[in-house]
């Protein structure tokens, strides 16, 4: 019996500072944004890992 291979799919976001980029990588894994309240700039790198069905 064989496994079916999951494919993987890598995104990158690149832009210019204060555009949003973190932003819109929480709201597409978690489905939310952060407050203005608590938006601070990203020092280094952020990821995040989010699986999703394809049909």
């Known amino acids: 019996m064989s ?3 999951v494919p993987t799919l ?3 976001l690149i832009g ?3 555009v949003g980029k973190s932003s819109l990588l929480l ?3 978690d489905d ?3 407050p203005q309240e ?3 700039a990203t020092i280094g790198v952020d990821f995040k890992v989010s699986m ?3 049909n």
């Open 52 to 54: 999703m069905e394809v």
């Open 16 to 18: 210019n500072s204060n």
């Open 32 to 34: 939310t944004f952060l």
């Open 3 to 5: 496994q079916q291979q």
């Open 10 to 12: 890598k995104l990158l």
């Open 27 to 29: 709201r597409f894994t």
């Open 38 to 40: 608590e938006v601070s």
